[in-house]
T-cell receptor, first 113, second 107 residues
Framework: NAGVTQTPKFQVLKTGQSMTLQCAQD?????MSWYRQDPGMGLRLIHY???????DQGEVPNGYNVSRSTTEDFPLRLLSAAPSQTSVYFC????????????FGSGTRLTVV | LAKTTQPISMDSYEGQEVNITCSHN???????ITWYQQFPSQGPRFIIQ???TKVTNEVASLFIPADRKSSTLSLPRVSLSDTAVYYC????????FGAGTTVTVRA
């Protein structure tokens, strides 16, 4: 049981480049979310999904796109990377959608230069 | 997003009990209070959840008064490995983590 798998673990981008952060879960969870964590700060919600085909914005959605074509996958796309997007990105999934029992991935550390 | 307030940091020594109090004045009637733990370079990990009164598991206890406007996470007999950031949350699937409480345990 792999849980929540994020790839890549590390990435360096140049300003203006685009890329997709991958997130996959094998627990058949309906709820999935993307967070970013800046140094010394808590996690901020970027986008979330309550099921395949359904996504919505969180606190800090600008500059990011998501889609949810399958239950398992929830990729996060950076459209045109900016230095302000340098952060650690976490993907999480939950069966119930309540604050209980979210499983987090190990994170992707992104640096935009 | 549901908002909570907790201390920025706490220091302790091995073997002591650590109590972290979280304020959630605007908690909704149906919301649970949940605590997560995060070690450096890792994602948060669920610790405990409660609705009212007291909940205890193998890791911690959670005390919630009748008015539910605050809660206290209690970590008994902490060790160096309990050094982490602890987050108090309320609400549903749109989790709001805040800055958390950095607990540092010293030998």
């Amino acid at each position: 049981n792999a849980g929540v798998t994020q790839t890549p673990k590390f990435q360096v981008l140049k300003t203006g480049q685009s890329m997709t952060l991958q997130c996959a879960q094998d627990m058949n969870h309906e709820y999935m979310s993307w967070y970013r964590q800046d140094p010394g700060m808590g996690l901020r919600l970027i986008h979330y999904s309550v099921g395949a085909g359904i996504t919505d914005q969180g606190e800090v959605p600008n500059g990011y796109n998501v889609s949810r074509s399958t239950t398992e996958d929830f990729p996060l796309r950076l459209l045109s990377a900016a230095p302000s997007q340098t952060s650690v990105y976490f993907c999480a999934s939950s069966e119930t959608g309540t604050s209980y029992g979210y499983t987090f991935g190990s994170g992707t550390r992104l640096t935009v230069v | 997003l549901a908002k909570t307030t907790q201390p920025i940091s706490m220091d302790s020594y091995e073997g002591q009990e650590v109590n972290i109090t979280c304020s959630h004045n605007n908690i909704a009637t149906n919301d649970y209070i949940t605590w997560y733990q995060q070690f450096p370079s890792q994602g948060p990990r669920f610790i405990i959840q409660g609705y009212k009164t007291k909940v205890t598991n193998e890791v911690a206890s959670l005390f919630i008064p009748a008015d539910r406007k605050s809660s206290t996470l209690s970590l008994p007999r902490v060790s160096l490995s309990d050094t982490a950031v602890y987050y108090c949350l309320s609400g549903g699937y749109k989790l709001s983590f805040g800055a958390g409480t950095t607990v540092t345990v010293r030998a």
